[in-house]
C-alpha cells in the first residue's frame, strides 16, 4: 500500500512577517487612538457635551417686562408712570397630578385670593390638559401679596401650579390732563400721540428673560437677564398751569360753548411751553371710550358712524390741534406787518393813517373791523385799535418782495421743529412773492388768505417781544436714568434773528397800548403791564359768516417772562366776533401763570 505524500508545512518567510508585524502595529495604533479619543471626550471636551446634551432637554422661560420711563412735569410732578400688574397663572396639569394637592392649591386659592373654589375647579377641569393658563389678568401687589407670602413659606409644600406673570400698566395720575401733550400707549409698548409717540424709543426698555433648566446634577436651576428700564423725560410743562388754563376751557364750554378751543403757554425767552390745553381733552386710561366722542359729535352722528369713521373720529380728537391744526390767524398777525415796516425802515414810528373804513384794492373793496372807519389814527393805533384799512396801507408800502420775506424770516410756512407729532405743513398755504396779488397782499397784512399753526404764531410772536429771538419751541427739557441720573439736557435753540431789540421795544409798547386803550382793555392786571394783540378771522366760505377770535398776550411788559395764546373756533352762544371772551380767559391765564412762576410784579407806569 503506498503511503500519501505530506503536504510541506509552509514557514513564514521575511515578508510575511513583516505584513503581520505592520497589522499588528496598525491595530495597536487604532486602538491606543480610539482611547485617546475616549479619553479626549471624556476629559476635555466634557462640558461642551453636557451642555448640548442639557439643551436638548425641556426648559421654560418667562419674559421679565422692562418699565416704560415716567413723564414728570418740570417741577419732578408725575404726568405719566407705569404700574406692576400681576397675572395669576395656573397649570392645570400640575395642579391634578393628585388628589393632595389639588385640595392644597384649591385652599390656597380661595383662602389668601377669595377666589370662588367651584369657578376654580370648573376652569381647571376644563384646562386640564395645560400648563399655561391665566385666570386673572391686571392684579395689584396688594390683591396678591397674602398668596405670594404663603408660597414662599414651608406651609405650601403640597401646593403646585400656580405663577404669577408681570406685566406693567400705563397709569396716568391726572387722567385727562395735558392729554394730548402726553399721548397715550397702545399695545403696552406703542406711544400714540404726544411725547408717548415722539419720544417712544427714549421711554422704551428692554425685556428681561428668566429661564428654568435642568443642571449638570438634573436639578432644576434658574438663570436671569434682568431687563433694562426705559428713561424718564421731564417735561417743560408746569401742572399748575395745565390746570388752571384746562380750568379756564372748561368753564368757558360750559357757558358759551365753541368748535374747539385752545391755550398755548409759553416762556418767550428760550421756547419752553408751559402748557397746552384744549377743549377735546379725553382720559388717557379710557382713551377709546366712546362717551369722548360726544365732545365733537352728537350721539345721532355717533351711531351713523362706520367703524372707519369712528376711528379718525378718535383721531381728530386725539390729534393736538394747536400743532397740528391751521387757520387764519386774523388781526394777531397785524404787530408782524408792522415790525417788517420798521425793520426795514418803510416805518419810523411816528406815521399817521386816515381810516375811512375800507381800501379800493382793484375791484376788491376790502372793510376795516371798524366799517365806519377810525379817522385819523397814529402808528401805534393801527394795532391797539386792530385797523385793517392802515394796514393794508403799510403793506402796500412794503410790497410783495419784503412782505413775504419777512413771512419766513419770522419762520411762518415753516416747520417750528417742536418735539411732538404731526406738525402742521403750512409751506403751501401762504403766498410766494410771484404770485401774490394785491388782494392777496391787503388781506395778508391783517392775518388773512394765509395760514399758520398756534404754535408757529406763539413761537414768532415771543420774537416779536423779547428782543428779536427766535427759539425753537420745545416740550421736554432732560432725560433721567431709571435710576435719577440726568442723561441729557435739552438747551435752548436760538434759531435765528427776527427783528432787533428797537423793533421788538416798540412793538411792546405798541401791545401795551392795545391792553391800555385798544381792543385788549380786558386783560389789564392789577400788578402788571400787560400787553397783547386781538384777532378775528373770518372762516372760509366768507359767505359762512364764521369766526375764529383769538388773543395773544404777555406780562410783564418790561421783561415779558409769560406769553399766552387763546383761540376760540365759531362761539356758539355769544357773537362770534367777542374777542373779549379770548381776552378775559388769557388775563386769568396771565394772572394764574405769573404767580405760580413767582414773577417779581411790575412798577406801574
Given at each position: 500500500?503506498?503511503?500519501?505524500?505530506?503536504?510541506p508545512?509552509?514557514?513564514?518567510?521575511?515578508a510575511?512577517?513583516?505584513?503581520?508585524?505592520?497589522?499588528s502595529?496598525?491595530?495597536?495604533?487604532?486602538?491606543?487612538?480610539?482611547?485617546?479619543?475616549l479619553?479626549?471626550?471624556?476629559v476635555f471636551?466634557?462640558?461642551?457635551y453636557?451642555?448640548q446634551?442639557?439643551?436638548?432637554?425641556?426648559?421654560t422661560?418667562?419674559t421679565l417686562?422692562?418699565?416704560r420711563g415716567?413723564?414728570?412735569?418740570?417741577?419732578?410732578?408725575?404726568?405719566?408712570?407705569?404700574q406692576?400688574?400681576?397675572?395669576?397663572?395656573?397649570e392645570?396639569?400640575?395642579?391634578?397630578?393628585s388628589k393632595?394637592i389639588?385640595?392644597?392649591?384649591?385652599?390656597?386659592?380661595t383662602?389668601?385670593?377669595?377666589?370662588?373654589v367651584n369657578?376654580?375647579?370648573?376652569?381647571?377641569n376644563?384646562?386640564?390638559?395645560?400648563y399655561?393658563?391665566?385666570?386673572?389678568e391686571?392684579?395689584?401687589y396688594?390683591?396678591?401679596?397674602?398668596?405670594?407670602?404663603?408660597?414662599a413659606?414651608?406651609?405650601?409644600?403640597?401646593?403646585?401650579?400656580?405663577?404669577?406673570?408681570?406685566?406693567y400698566?400705563r397709569?396716568?395720575?391726572?387722567?385727562?390732563?395735558?392729554s394730548?401733550?402726553l399721548g397715550?400707549?397702545?399695545?403696552?409698548?406703542?406711544?400714540t400721540?404726544g411725547?408717548?409717540?415722539y419720544?417712544?424709543?427714549?421711554l422704551?426698555?428692554?425685556?428681561g428673560?428668566?429661564?428654568k433648566?435642568l443642571?449638570?446634577?438634573?436639578?432644576?436651576d434658574?438663570?436671569?437677564?434682568?431687563?433694562?428700564?426705559?428713561?424718564?423725560?421731564?417735561?417743560t410743562?408746569?401742572?399748575n398751569i395745565q390746570?388752571?388754563?384746562e380750568?379756564?376751557?372748561?368753564?368757558?364750554?360750559k357757558?358759551?360753548?365753541?368748535?374747539?378751543?385752545?391755550i398755548?403757554?409759553?416762556n418767550p425767552n428760550n421756547g419752553?411751553?408751559y402748557?397746552?390745553?384744549?377743549?377735546?381733552s379725553?382720559?388717557?386710561?379710557?382713551?377709546?371710550?366712546?362717551?369722548?366722542?360726544l365732545?365733537?359729535?352728537?350721539q345721532?352722528?355717533?351711531q351713523?358712524?362706520?367703524?372707519?369713521?369712528?376711528?379718525?373720529a378718535?383721531?381728530e380728537i386725539?390729534k393736538?390741534?394747536?400743532v397740528s391744526n391751521?387757520?387764519?390767524p386774523?388781526?394777531?398777525?397785524?404787530?408782524?406787518t408792522?415790525?417788517?415796516?420798521l425793520?426795514?425802515g418803510?416805518?419810523?414810528?411816528?406815521?399817521?393813517?386816515?381810516?375811512?373804513?375800507?381800501?379800493?384794492?382793484?375791484?376788491?373793496?376790502i372793510?376795516?373791523?371798524?366799517?365806519e372807519?377810525?379817522?385819523?389814527?397814529?402808528l401805534?393805533?393801527?394795532?391797539?385799535?386792530?385797523?385793517n384799512?392802515?394796514?393794508?396801507?403799510?403793506?402796500?408800502?412794503?410790497?410783495?418782495e419784503?412782505?413775504?420775506?419777512?413771512?419766513k424770516?419770522?419762520?411762518?410756512?415753516?416747520?417750528?421743529g417742536?418735539?411732538l407729532?404731526?406738525?402742521?405743513?403750512?409751506?403751501?398755504l401762504?403766498?410766494?412773492?410771484?404770485?401774490?396779488?394785491?388782494?392777496?397782499?391787503?388781506?395778508?397784512?391783517?392775518?388773512q388768505?394765509?395760514n399758520?399753526?398756534?404754535i408757529?404764531?406763539?413761537s414768532?410772536?415771543?420774537s416779536?417781544i423779547?428782543?428779536?429771538?427766535?427759539?425753537?419751541?420745545h416740550?421736554?427739557?432732560?432725560?433721567r436714568?431709571?435710576?435719577?441720573?440726568?442723561?441729557?439736557?435739552?438747551e435752548?435753540?436760538l434759531?435765528?434773528?427776527?427783528?432787533s431789540?428797537?423793533?421788538s421795544?416798540?412793538l411792546?409798547?405798541?401791545?401795551?397800548?392795545t391792553?391800555?386803550?385798544?381792543t385788549?382793555?380786558?386783560?389789564q392786571?392789577?400788578?402788571?403791564?400787560?400787553?397783547?394783540?386781538?384777532g378775528?378771522?373770518q372762516k372760509?366760505?366768507?359767505?359762512?359768516?364764521?369766526y375764529?377770535?383769538s388773543?395773544?398776550?404777555f406780562?410783564p411788559?418790561?421783561n415779558?417772562?409769560?406769553?399766552?395764546?387763546v383761540?376760540i373756533?365759531?362761539i356758539?352762544?355769544s357773537?362770534?366776533?367777542?374777542?373779549?371772551?379770548a381776552?378775559?380767559?388769557?388775563?386769568?391765564?396771565?394772572?394764574?401763570?405769573?404767580k405760580?412762576?413767582?414773577?417779581?410784579?411790575?412798577?406801574?407806569?
Amino acid at each position: 500500500m503506498k503511503r500519501k505524500k505530506k503536504k510541506p508545512i509552509k514557514r513564514l518567510n521575511h515578508a510575511m512577517k513583516v505584513r503581520a508585524v505592520a497589522v499588528s502595529a496598525f491595530i495597536a495604533l487604532l486602538f491606543i487612538g480610539l482611547v485617546g479619543r475616549l479619553v479626549y471626550f471624556s476629559v476635555f471636551k466634557n462640558g461642551i457635551y453636557k451642555r448640548q446634551v442639557l439643551s436638548q432637554q425641556n426648559y421654560t422661560s418667562e419674559t421679565l417686562p422692562y418699565k416704560r420711563g415716567d413723564i414728570l412735569d418740570r417741577n419732578g410732578n408725575t404726568l405719566a408712570t407705569s404700574q406692576k400688574m400681576y397675572n395669576l397663572v395656573l397649570e392645570p396639569k400640575n395642579i391634578l397630578r393628585s388628589k393632595t394637592i389639588k385640595k392644597a392649591t384649591l385652599n390656597a386659592l380661595t383662602k389668601y385670593m377669595g377666589l370662588d373654589v367651584n369657578d376654580l375647579t370648573k376652569y381647571i377641569n376644563k384646562h386640564k390638559d395645560s400648563y399655561y393658563a391665566v385666570y386673572r389678568e391686571e392684579l395689584s401687589y396688594s390683591q396678591i401679596a397674602d398668596l405670594k407670602d404663603f408660597l414662599a413659606s414651608d406651609k405650601a409644600k403640597n401646593v403646585s401650579g400656580i405663577v404669577f406673570s408681570e406685566k406693567y400698566k400705563r397709569r396716568y395720575p391726572n387722567k385727562s390732563l395735558a392729554s394730548q401733550v402726553l399721548g397715550f400707549v397702545s399695545d403696552g409698548t406703542i406711544g400714540t400721540g404726544g411725547i408717548e409717540q415722539y419720544y417712544n424709543s427714549t421711554l422704551s426698555g428692554v425685556d428681561g428673560r428668566k429661564y428654568k433648566y435642568l443642571n449638570e446634577e438634573l436639578e432644576q436651576d434658574s438663570s436671569i437677564v434682568e431687563p433694562e428700564n426705559g428713561k424718564t423725560i421731564v417735561t417743560t410743562i408746569d401742572s399748575n398751569i395745565q390746570k388752571l388754563a384746562e380750568k379756564e376751557l372748561e368753564t368757558f364750554e360750559k357757558k358759551y360753548g365753541s368748535k374747539g378751543s385752545s391755550i398755548l403757554v409759553m416762556n418767550p425767552n428760550n421756547g419752553e411751553v408751559y402748557a397746552m390745553a384744549n377743549s377735546t381733552s379725553f382720559d388717557l386710561e379710557n382713551p377709546r371710550d366712546e362717551k369722548i366722542l360726544l365732545k365733537k359729535y352728537s350721539q345721532s352722528e355717533i351711531q351713523k358712524m362706520s367703524k372707519k369713521e369712528r376711528t379718525e373720529a378718535f383721531n381728530e380728537i386725539w390729534k393736538n390741534p394747536i400743532v397740528s391744526n391751521a387757520f387764519e390767524p386774523g388781526s394777531t398777525y397785524k404787530p408782524f406787518t408792522v415790525a417788517t415796516g420798521l425793520e426795514e425802515g418803510i416805518l419810523e414810528g411816528d406815521e399817521t393813517y386816515y381810516c375811512d373804513g375800507f381800501q379800493q384794492v382793484g375791484p376788491h373793496k376790502i372793510h376795516c373791523s371798524h366799517r365806519e372807519g377810525h379817522g385819523q389814527i397814529t402808528l401805534s393805533q393801527t394795532i391797539s385799535l386792530s385797523c385793517n384799512d392802515a394796514l393794508m396801507q403799510i403793506a402796500a408800502k412794503e410790497g410783495n418782495e419784503t412782505f413775504a420775506k419777512y413771512q419766513k424770516i419770522f419762520n411762518f410756512g415753516n416747520l417750528t421743529g417742536i418735539d411732538l407729532p404731526g406738525e402742521a405743513q403750512t409751506a403751501s398755504l401762504l403766498h410766494d412773492a410771484e404770485d401774490m396779488k394785491a388782494a392777496d397782499l391787503a388781506t395778508s397784512s391783517f392775518g388773512q388768505s394765509f395760514n399758520c399753526s398756534m404754535i408757529q404764531m406763539g413761537s414768532a410772536f415771543c420774537s416779536l417781544i423779547n428782543g428779536g429771538n427766535f427759539y425753537k419751541p420745545h416740550i421736554v427739557k432732560q432725560t433721567r436714568s431709571d435710576e435719577g441720573d440726568v442723561t441729557g439736557n435739552v438747551e435752548p435753540t436760538l434759531v435765528k434773528q427776527t427783528v432787533s431789540k428797537e423793533t421788538s421795544d416798540k412793538l411792546k409798547e405798541y401791545m401795551q397800548e392795545t391792553v391800555d386803550s385798544g381792543t385788549g382793555t380786558k386783560a389789564q392786571l392789577k400788578n402788571y403791564t400787560v400787553g397783547g394783540k386781538t384777532g378775528t378771522a373770518q372762516k372760509i366760505p366768507r359767505s359762512a359768516g364764521t369766526y375764529i377770535v383769538s388773543f395773544c398776550g404777555f406780562a410783564p411788559v418790561e421783561n415779558p417772562q409769560v406769553v399766552v395764546y387763546v383761540v376760540i373756533d365759531e362761539i356758539q352762544k355769544s357773537s362770534q366776533t367777542n374777542t373779549g371772551l379770548a381776552v378775559e380767559i388769557a388775563k386769568n391765564v396771565l394772572e394764574g401763570s405769573l404767580k405760580e412762576l413767582n414773577v417779581a410784579k411790575s412798577s406801574k407806569k
